[in-house]
């Protein structure tokens, strides 16, 4: 199975289009997970600029938050998908709903998404994500329930940072959770935040591997599955995800740098014992 990695235009939006793509390119991802903006030239020259490096997109669905009803809700999310679904992204990852809309309205929400997808062809995940109908390990069960067909796009941190927890107390879910998942963001949460400093660090290595636990049963049950292609972003984020240091509002870290990180320890993580063997040659 080929492991496909997606750089996230998030953090990187103060770059012109064409030196993010270029960098995007020169670190040795295969395409780029963003929000499109809502922009005609953006779009067009996204286009362009995509085919001429030969990458990727995976195109994300977010609505900034707003006093809205579910109505206008749903009106905005429709229009962002059909807009979304004509740049023929891979998938579409989709943070749908609001965690305080209640169950009824988020099923309506999660129908109206798929039923926009199958129209045009394109698979919509749903990212396990706060904020959405999907904040929580506990709360996603009974959509789960609902809907079988229905598939994620794993991001735990968020989870963790919600339970307090590394959902051992769950095994249940989480066993459902992988099975559902379609993609990952490879961003490593832990019990009082959706991300680690660095994940490198020795004071992170509980929450580290409790991640790539999760990661390794997603890439081996796709697997089972007989994937030919599965999708991994890593996925720090900017600052304030990123924590700075007191009074300098100073990044501990580069984003920028975290994420290839990740990529390059989950490409050595994932290569086929075939693949090793080649690439030591």
């Given at each position: 199975?080929?492991?496909?990695?997606f750089?996230?235009?998030?953090?990187?939006?103060?770059?012109?289009?064409?030196?993010?793509?270029?960098?995007?390119?020169?670190?040795?991802?295969?395409?780029?997970?963003?929000?499109?903006?809502?922009?005609?030239?953006?779009?067009?020259?996204?286009?362009?600029l995509?085919?001429?490096?030969g990458?990727?997109?995976?195109?994300?669905?977010?609505?900034?938050?707003?006093?809205?009803?579910p109505?206008?809700?749903?009106?905005?999310?429709?229009?962002?998908?059909?807009?979304?679904?004509?740049?023929?992204?891979?998938?579409?990852?989709?943070?749908?709903?609001?965690?305080?809309y209640?169950?009824?309205?988020?099923?309506?929400i999660?129908?109206?998404?798929?039923?926009?997808?199958?129209?045009?062809g394109?698979?919509?995940?749903?990212?396990?994500?706060?904020?959405?109908?999907?904040?929580?390990?506990?709360?996603?069960?009974?959509?789960f329930?609902?809907y079988?067909?229905?598939?994620?796009?794993?991001?735990?941190?968020?989870?963790?940072?919600?339970?307090?927890t590394?959902?051992?107390?769950?095994?249940?879910?989480?066993?459902?959770?992988?099975?559902?998942?379609?993609?990952?963001?490879?961003?490593?949460?832990?019990?009082?935040?959706?991300?680690?400093?660095?994940?490198?660090?020795?004071?992170?290595?509980?929450?580290l591997?409790?991640?790539?636990?999760?990661?390794?049963?997603?890439?081996?049950?796709?697997k089972?599955?007989g994937?030919?292609?599965?999708?991994?972003?890593?996925?720090?984020?900017?600052?304030?995800?990123?924590p700075t240091?007191?009074?300098?509002?100073?990044p501990?870290?580069?984003?920028?740098?975290?994420?290839?990180?990740?990529?390059?320890?989950?490409?050595?993580?994932?290569?086929?014992?075939?693949?090793?063997?080649?690439?030591n040659?």
């Amino acid at each position: 199975m080929k492991i496909l990695f997606f750089c996230p235009h998030w953090g990187c939006e103060h770059l012109p289009l064409d030196a993010f793509l270029d960098q995007v390119k020169q670190a040795g991802y295969d395409g780029v997970e963003m929000n499109i903006p809502v922009d005609p030239g953006f779009g067009a020259r996204l286009r362009e600029l995509l085919e001429q490096n030969g990458l990727l997109l995976i195109a994300q669905q977010y609505l900034p938050p707003a006093a809205e009803s579910p109505e206008a809700y749903i009106q905005k999310m429709e229009a962002y998908l059909e807009r979304l679904a004509t740049f023929r992204p891979l998938f579409i990852n989709s943070h749908t709903g609001k965690d305080y809309y209640g169950f009824d309205t988020n099923c309506k929400i999660i129908e109206r998404a798929e039923e926009i997808g199958a129209g045009a062809g394109i698979p919509v995940l749903h990212e396990t994500h706060r904020g959405r109908f999907s904040f929580s390990a506990f709360s996603i069960r009974p959509f789960f329930e609902k809907y079988p067909e229905m598939r994620i796009a794993a991001d735990f941190s968020h989870w963790c940072c919600v339970s307090e927890t590394y959902l051992d107390d769950q095994p249940d879910i989480m066993q459902e959770a992988i099975r559902r998942s379609g993609h990952i963001h490879a961003r490593v949460g832990h019990t009082e935040g959706p991300q680690v400093p660095h994940p490198e660090a020795p004071e992170w290595q509980e929450a580290l591997h409790k991640h790539l636990e999760w990661w390794d049963a997603i890439i081996e049950y796709q697997k089972g599955l007989g994937a030919e292609q599965f999708t991994i972003s890593p996925e720090f984020g900017a600052i304030p995800y990123l924590p700075t240091l007191p009074f300098t509002n100073q990044p501990v870290a580069a984003q920028w740098d975290l994420n290839v990180r990740m990529m390059e320890l989950l490409r050595e993580r994932y290569l086929s014992e075939i693949e090793k063997t080649h690439s030591n040659k």
